[in-house]
């Protein structure tokens, strides 16, 4: 067991990619905080996961877009668990708009749930892990859009390549506190992100032709990269991007 009693807030794990981390997390003997946003049914569906897993694990709801909720959420993980090791930003959304049409509010929504909580929820564990002696991991899941165009996505591609640069200066930062901080960058995954493109055969064919691999990645397949980047053997690990993406990023030029 990889992750045997380290205790790790996940952001958005109730479905998708944080989903498929929480899940790997507690199987590597972690105790998860399982946080979901505030919906209906969203409760139900955190406690029946938690009862899954075989460590104790923590369902908490919080908007992370919101400083407040976020501070609640580590006071809980450190009330339940009397620590934090792990912090996995994963909450994210997209708003597919073309950038001459994109309204203030769309921006900042975006940018409020994949930047601005991310900044926070990496202050707060980070301040505690510095009270607890130092040590930990930053982990956040950002996308190939940290660093190629995605047309119509705009905001959505800012929220990642500032999510970028706050990894990268947080890695320099916090070395001295042996707080490691890295990103993970999915390319086409299977989850409902992408529900609208895995719908449409036309559009799902669109994507596989930019992804030399030939099919969408796995959930699983981004929460065994960051269980690594979570474990003692990525001890040495900061500062780095790790893309996922069977070649995505790699563009081939066609004509
Ligand atoms: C986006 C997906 C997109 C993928 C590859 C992800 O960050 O959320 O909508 O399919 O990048 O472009």
């Keep these: 067991m990889k992750l045997k009693d380290k205790v790790a807030i996940i952001t958005g794990a109730t479905s998708g990619i944080g989903k498929a981390i929480a899940d790997r997390f507690a199987s590597e003997g972690a105790h998860v ?28 709801e919080a908007d992370v877009s919101e400083r407040a909720s976020i501070e609640k959420m580590v006071a809980a993980a450190v009330s339940e668990f009397g620590r934090l090791d792990i912090v996995v930003n994963n909450a994210g959304i997209e708003i597919e708009r073309p950038f001459l049409e994109v309204s203030d509010e769309e921006w900042h929504k975006v940018m409020a749930l994949n ?3 991310p900044f926070v929820l990496s202050q707060a564990g980070a301040r505690q892990m510095v009270s607890q002696g130092g040590g930990g991991k930053i982990i956040n899941i950002s996308s190939v859009h940290e660093d190629i165009p995605f047309p119509n996505y705009t905001p959505y591609c800012a929220s990642k390549g500032g999510i970028r640069m706050l990894m990268r200066n947080l890695a320099v930062e916090l070395a001295r506190y042996k707080i490691s901080v890295n990103n993970i960058a999915p ?37 065994s990269v960051a269980a690594f980047l979570a474990s003692d053997e990525a001890e040495y690990v900061t500062g780095s991007t790790y893309y996922i993406d069977g070649g995505l990023t790699q563009q081939v030029t066609k004509y």
Excluded: C, H, M
């Excluded at 505030?38 to 369902?59: C, D, F, H, M, V």
């Design 33 to 60: 905080v399982v946080n979901y946003r505030p919906k209906p049914g969203n409760s139900e569906k955190a406690s029946q996961q938690i009862a899954s897993y075989s460590t104790r694990a923590l369902a908490f």
């Design 115 to 117: 930047f601005y909580g």
């Design 187 to 223: 390319g086409a995954i299977a989850t409902p992100i992408n529900q609208q493109v895995l719908e449409d055969p036309q559009k799902t064919a669109n994507a596989l032709e930019e992804i030399p691999w030939g099919r969408f990645g796995r959930p699983e397949e981004v929460a």
